[in-house]
């Protein structure tokens, strides 16, 4: 059986992001939330790269339950 992730936060980050690469926390225990800290050290966790061209809003997903990851798809609203 697969290690389940933390739920990092019960609603998704919300903003715009500009041009370039960023990392998205899969583990669920960052606490900058939705970007990885390092927190996943001795998991099986790794983080999800997210790299945009251009500055785009965005909705990324805090809650780890998204099946559309970085981006928040409302997995949260079933917790």
Same mark, same amino acid.
Not at 1 to 14: H, N, R
């Given at each position: 059986?697969? %290690?389940? !992730? %933390?739920?990092?936060? +019960?609603? !998704?980050?919300?903003g715009t992001l500009e041009? /370039? %690469? ?11 939330? !939705? ?6 050290? /001795? ?10 061209? %251009?500055?785009? +809003?965005c909705a990324l997903c805090?809650? +780890?339950?998204?099946?559309? /990851?970085?981006?928040?798809? /409302?997995?949260?609203? +079933?917790?």
């Open positions: 059986m697969s %290690e389940q !992730p %933390e739920i990092g936060g +019960k609603t !998704p980050w919300v041009a /370039g %690469e960023y990392w998205w926390c899969t583990c669920g225990r960052s606490s900058n939330q !939705p970007y990885c800290d390092g927190s996943h050290a /001795g998991t099986s966790f790794t983080p999800q790269q997210l790299t945009l061209d %251009e500055p785009k +809003k805090t809650c +780890k339950r998204t099946a559309n /990851g970085p981006y928040c798809d /409302g997995a949260h609203t +079933k917790l």
